[in-house]
C-alpha cells in the first residue's frame, strides 16, 4: 500500500483557465484535471492544450497532479492521453472502467507513449474510475489488473443512473462503497469515494465524510476548494489518538531495539497492524494536524 | 503550416484571453490588447511570436485580448486557435512543449 496521503482529490475543469492557473494555492492532497464530463465538446481540444500546459507549470510540488482522460474509445480518448503521459501527468483517472481489459488496453498505450517520449517505463500511474453496475460487479478485477494501478474510485452519478436509481442518504451506494473498498483493500491500493455534489450543505457533506471515514476510504473527490480543510480536519486524528498512536510507534521501536517478537503497551500487546495504524495515524496528523 | 480560416480560441474571463486567428499573406501582424500592456505587453507578444514561430505559422492575423493569463495558457490558446485555422492539424507534443 503506498505511503502517500490521499484524503483530497480536488476535480478541476480543464477548460477553465483561471482555475488551472490558481489551484495549487489550495493544497488539495491530488488535483485532478478533468478532461472528461466537464468540458463540453467544442472545446476538447482546448482544455486538452490547456491541461498540456498547465501540468509543465513548475506548482504542483507536494499535490499528485491526476488527469481524467475521455474513453479510449471516444475520439478524443487517445490524443488526451498521448498529451498527458507526455506532459508528466502522476496518474491517469481511466473514466467508465467496466473490465480489467479497459485497464490493460490502457497500460500498453501509455507504455508506448512512455517509450515513444523516452519517459521511464511504469512511472505513469493509473486510476480506475467505477461508474457502473459491470464496474462493480468486476472490481476486484479492475483492481489487481495493473501494477500501475494506485488506487481505484467510485463515482456515484453514473453509477446510480445505471442503477436505475438516484443520489440520497447514502443507501443507494451501500453495495458498491463496500465492493470498490474491499477489492482495494485486497489490491492494496487506495479507494475514493464519490463527490458530495451540494456545496452548501456543510453537515451534509461532512457526515458522509464520517461514513466513508470509518469504512475505511483513503479520501474523496472533491468539486469545490472550501471542502478540502473540512475534509482534511474530519480525517485528522484527535490529541488523544495522536497521543496514544506515538506510545504505540514508541513501544515497537523500543520492542525492535530488544530484539522482541511481541510487543506490549500498559500490558495490552500492539501487533502490527496495530503498529502500522498507528504510523497511519501520525502521519495524517503531520499532514492536518489534530482534529479541530 | 497555412492559416486558411478564421478561428477563436480562449475566454474574456479573468486569467485568460481571446485569440482571432484569420489568413493574412505577406507576413505575420498581431493585434494585442491586454490590461496589464504597460507592464507585460512585450512579454506576452514574445510569447504569442514563438509559439507561432514554433508552429510554422509566419502568415497572418492574430489578435489577442489578454485578460491576465499566465505564459502557459497564452502558449494553449494560441497553439488551439492555429489547430483550428488549418487545414491539416496533427499535434507534435514535443513542439508544442
Not at chain 1, 480543464?14 to 463540453?40: C, H, Q, R
Not at chain 1, 502522476?90 to 481489459?101: F, H, I, Y
Not at chain 1, 451501500?174 to 464519490?194: E, N, Q, S, T
Request: aromatic share 6%; net charge negative; proline share 3%.
Amino acid at each position: 500500500m503506498s505511503n502517500r496521503l490521499r484524503r483530497s482529490m480536488l476535480f478541476l475543469p480543464g477548460s477553465n483557465a483561471a482555475m488551472l492557473s490558481t489551484a495549487y494555492v489550495f493544497k488539495p492532497d491530488s488535483i485532478m484535471f478533468d478532461l472528461e464530463d466537464a468540458v463540453s465538446l467544442r472545446e476538447k481540444d482546448a482544455a486538452r492544450l490547456l491541461v498540456f500546459h498547465a501540468l509543465r507549470l513548475p506548482v504542483w510540488e507536494g499535490i499528485e497532479t491526476v488527469v481524467r482522460i475521455n474513453p479510449l474509445s471516444t475520439p478524443f480518448g487517445m490524443a488526451d492521453l498521448e498529451a498527458v503521459v507526455r506532459a508528466g501527468v502522476e496518474v491517469v483517472r481511466l473514466p467508465k472502467t467496466d473490465t480489467a481489459d479497459d485497464v490493460r488496453a490502457l497500460e500498453a498505450e501509455v507504455e508506448r507513449i512512455e517509450r515513444d517520449c523516452g519517459r521511464e517505463v511504469g512511472s505513469t500511474k493509473l486510476m480506475a474510475a467505477i461508474e457502473s453496475a459491470a464496474g462493480v460487479v468486476n472490481a476486484l478485477a479492475i483492481a489487481t489488473s495493473s501494477k500501475r494501478l494506485i488506487g481505484i474510485a467510485l463515482a456515484g452519478f453514473d453509477y446510480v443512473m445505471d442503477m436505475q436509481t438516484e443520489r440520497g442518504d447514502g443507501t443507494e451506494l451501500f453495495y458498491a462503497r463496500c465492493a470498490v473498498l474491499h477489492a482495494a483493500r485486497y489490491a492494496k491500493i487506495d479507494a475514493f469515494d464519490v463527490v458530495f455534489g451540494d456545496i452548501n450543505d456543510e453537515e451534509g457533506f461532512l457526515k458522509e465524510v464520517d461514513l466513508i471515514k470509518r469504512l475505511g476510504f483513503n479520501g474523496k473527490s472533491l468539486i469545490n476548494p472550501r471542502q478540502i480543510e473540512l475534509l482534511h480536519n474530519a480525517f485528522a486524528p484527535t490529541e488523544e489518538e495522536v497521543d496514544y498512536a506515538r506510545r504505540v510507534v514508541a513501544a515497537a521501536e523500543a520492542g525492535e531495539r530488544q530484539g522482541l517478537g511481541v510487543v506490549s503497551l500498559n500490558g495490552k500487546m500492539i501487533d502490527a497492524p496495530v503498529i502500522d495504524h498507528a504510523r497511519v495515524v501520525l502521519r495524517r496528523a503531520e499532514a492536518s494536524g489534530v482534529r479541530k | 503550416m497555412k492559416i486558411v480560416r478564421e478561428a477563436l480560441a480562449g475566454t474574456l474571463e479573468s486569467s485568460d484571453l481571446m485569440v482571432r486567428i484569420a489568413p493574412k499573406d505577406g507576413g505575420l501582424d498581431i493585434v494585442l490588447e491586454s490590461e496589464v500592456i504597460h507592464q507585460f505587453g512585450a512579454q506576452i507578444e514574445a510569447v504569442v511570436r514563438e509559439t507561432l514561430d514554433r508552429l510554422g505559422i509566419d502568415e497572418g492575423l492574430v489578435v489577442v485580448e489578454d485578460k491576465g493569463a499566465l505564459d502557459c495558457v497564452v502558449r494553449a490558446r494560441i497553439q488551439t486557435a492555429v489547430s483550428r485555422a488549418v487545414d491539416e492539424w496533427t499535434a507534435d507534443w514535443r513542439a508544442l512543449a
